[in-house]
């Protein structure tokens, strides 16, 4: 079974910054897309920002200026620099990545809160 581990969530000022990371264990292989979604309470989980193989990158309007999104290969472990946060950033931010053949995989999700 495939598994993604995310770290990073917590609380903080709006201003703030905060680093989420996804790491994928290595029975996942032929990643092509490592992203990160987010579902605030009451919510539908949105799109957040995406990083393909090749380094193209993906954010949602949002987020665009603020938040970055990285990936080291070697590691599986994709990245979400999230700074300027805002109030309404707050939610539940879960880790994604497709494989080929065709397959989603979900991380358990991280909770980022930020105060006003």
């Known amino acids: 079974q495939g598994q993604l581990v995310e770290s990073g969530g917590g609380l903080v000022q709006a201003g703030g910054s905060l680093r989420l990371a996804c790491t994928a264990s290595?029975?996942?292989?032929?990643?092509?897309?490592m992203g990160w979604y987010r579902q605030a309470p009451g919510n539908q989980r949105e799109f957040v920002a995406a990083?393909?193989?090749?380094?193209?990158?993906n954010y949602a309007d949002s987020v665009k200026g603020r938040f970055t999104i990285s990936r080291d290969s070697a590691k599986n472990t994709v990245f979400l620099q999230m700074n300027s946060l805002k109030p309404e950033d707050t939610a539940v931010y879960y880790c994604a990545v497709d494989v080929y053949p065709p397959r989603r995989y979900w991380g358990q999700g991280t909770q980022v809160t930020v105060s006003s």
């Open positions: 290595e029975s996942i292989f032929s990643i092509n897309v």
């Open positions: 990083i393909i193989r090749g380094g193209v990158t």
